[in-house]
């Protein structure tokens, strides 16, 4: 059963990952549906993607090539692994900051 469900919020869960726009689009593709599983996916890639623009802002205020590639992987394995986890139809949070996704942006039902 948990199959069935997750396969009908599986569209709006892989959109949510496709940047912030993609996150939009998803939230109003899932209004309808209210499908748990996308609901998860789109709190996930909502917390990527604004934590994308906050590093990324954090960034700018060291001049290293290192810190800089270092914050762009981060953000590249959370993305990818969010990713993933939905196209396997699996209700993973993405390491480290999934949890607080989960929290922070709980308005999201």
Do not use: C
Request: net charge neutral.
């Amino acid at each position: 059963m948990q199959s069935d469900y997750a396969k009908q919020g599986k569209t709006a869960a892989i959109v949510a990952y496709i940047t912030i726009i993609g996150t939009i689009i998803a939230y109003f593709m899932n209004q309808d549906d209210k499908n748990l599983f996308a609901n998860f996916h789109i709190r996930q890639a909502l917390g990527v993607n604004i934590s994308f623009y906050i590093l990324g802002a954090l960034v700018t205020i060291f001049d290293s090539i290192l810190i800089s590639s270092a914050f762009y992987i981060f953000i590249l394995v959370l993305w990818v692994y969010g990713l993933i986890t939905a196209i396997k139809e699996e209700q993973k949070e993405v390491p480290i900051l999934g949890k607080y996704f989960q929290q922070w942006f709980n308005f999201i039902k």
